[in-house]
C-alpha cells in the first residue's frame, strides 16, 4: 500500500544568524525521495540515497483463502523471510476486489485467478493486469461416500455435477476422460443436450448412469445422496473431502488445458520485472512450496509452475 512520508526540516545555525529551509516529498514504495526547492544554508546535509525497489522490503499480495492465501501464510511467508523479504496476505472473499485494488495500487501482486479471467477483467472492467507466473490447478475430481473406486459405480449410479455450463461440461469431459461415459453426446457443444438427455444416451452413456445437475457449492453437501459426483477442487478443499473421502480420479492436462486451469501470480502491467516480484515468483516457484501442496492437498491442488502464454 502507498503511504506518505514526513515533511522534512533543515535547519542550519550560523554563528552570525540564522537560515532555515525545509523540503516537502511524496514517497511511494517504488518512487524515488527527492526534495524539493530550499533555502539556501552554508553547509548542506548529505545527500540521501534515493529510496529504491530494493529499499522496500514489504510485499502486499492479495488471495482467496483456500488454497492461495493457505499457501501464502504457511510455506510462501517463511520462504521470504529468510531473503529478508516480509509478506503481508490480504484475504478476500470474491472475485472483483482483489483486481481492482491491485489496479488502484494498493497490492503488489494477487494470486487466485486464471488468465481467461484476468483477461476478461482486462476487457470487461478496463484494467491493466498481467500474469507472470502459474502457480497451481485445482483439478476437479470424482468423489464418493459409498465408493472407493470408478469401477465399483453399479449401472445406473447417480452422478452429480456442477449446473453451471462451463463446470458442467468440464464435468461431464472428466466422466468421459475417466471411461464412465464414452463421449460427451453433444453436451456442452449442443443447446439441445441436457442431463436428462445424457443420461438416456445409451450410446454415449452405456451404464446409464443418472447425470444429476446440482449448484457447484452444494455438491459436496449432497454426496451422501449421490453415488458420486464431480466436484471443483475449491469446494472439495473447505468440505475437507480430500481427507475424508480421496478422490476416485482426478482431472489429467494436456498442455492447452494445463494452461487455461492454472492459477496465476498477476501483478498490474508494468511491475512484472521489479525486485519484489521476481522474489515473489521465486518463492512460490520454490520446492518448498510443491512439498507443501503435495502433502496438504493430496491431489486436490497440483502444482503447474508455468509461464504465462
Keep these: ?31 524515488a525521495e527527492a526534495p524539493v526547492t530550499e533555502a539556501p544554508v ?3 546535509p548529505a545527500a540521501e540515497a534515493p529510496a529504491t525497489d530494493s529499499g522496500d522490503k514489504k510485499i502486499t499480495v492479495g488471495a482467496t483463502p483456500v488454497p492461495h492465501a493457505e499457501i501464502l501464510d ?10 529478508g523479504w516480509e509478506l503481508e496476505v490480504v484475504v478476500f472473499q470474491d472475485y472483483v476486489l482483489p483486481n481492482t485494488s491491485l489496479e488502484a495500487g494498493e497490492l503488489d501482486a494477487n494470486y487466485f485467478q486464471t488468465l481467461g479471467y484476468m483477461n476478461q477483467q482486462n ?17 476437479m475430481g470424482i468423489y464418493s461416500q459409498k465408493y472407493t473406486a470408478l469401477a465399483d459405480l ?15 461440461a468440464r464435468a461431464v469431459d472428466l466422466l468421459v476422460q475417466k471411461g464412465l461415459l464414452v463421449s460427451n453426446g453433444g453436451f456442452g457443444t449442443d443447446a439441445g443436450v441436457t442431463e ?48 475424508k473421502y480421496p478422490a476416485l480420479d482426478i482431472e489429467e ?22 525486485e519484489k516480484i521476481q522474489a515473489l515468483v521465486n ?27
Design 74 to 83: 504457511n510455506v510462501v511467508k517463511e520462504v521470504l523471510a529468510e531473503e
Design 123 to 139: 476487457a470487461d472492467a478496463g484494467l491493466h493486469l498481467a500474469a507472470v507466473a502459474g502457480v497451481h490447478i485445482e483439478p
Design 154 to 168: 453399479p449401472d445406473g449410479a447417480s452422478i452429480g455435477i456442477p449446473n453451471d455450463p462451463d463446470n458442467g
Design 196 to 243: 436428462d438427455t445424457l443420461s438416456k444416451d445409451t450410446a454415449a452413456n452405456p451404464h446409464g448412469y443418472v447425470i444429476t445437475p446440482l449448484e457447484a457449492a452444494n455438491l459436496p453437501l449432497s454426496l451422501p445422496d449421490l453415488d458420486a459426483a464431480a466436484i471443483n477442487g475449491n469446494y472439495a478443499l473447505e468440505a475437507e473431502l480430500p481427507a
Design 1 to 31: 500500500m502507498k503511504k506518505k512520508v514526513f515533511s522534512l526540516l533543515l535547519a542550519g545555525a550560523l554563528a552570525v544568524g540564522a537560515l532555515t529551509g525545509c523540503g516537502e516529498v511524496e514517497q511511494t514504495s517504488d518512487q
Design 253 to 274: 492436462f494436456d498442455d492447452e488445458t494445463s494452461i487455461k486451469r492454472t492459477n496465476f501470480l498477476v501483478v498490474k502491467d508494468g511491475n512484472q520485472n521489479s
Design 283 to 309: 518463492a512460490l516457484k520454490s520446492d518448498k512450496v510443491k512439498a507443501y501442496i503435495d502433502e496438504t492437498y493430496k491431489g486436490a491442488v497440483i502444482t503447474s509452475f508455468i509461464d504465462p502464454q
Design 42 to 44: 552554508t553547509e548542506a
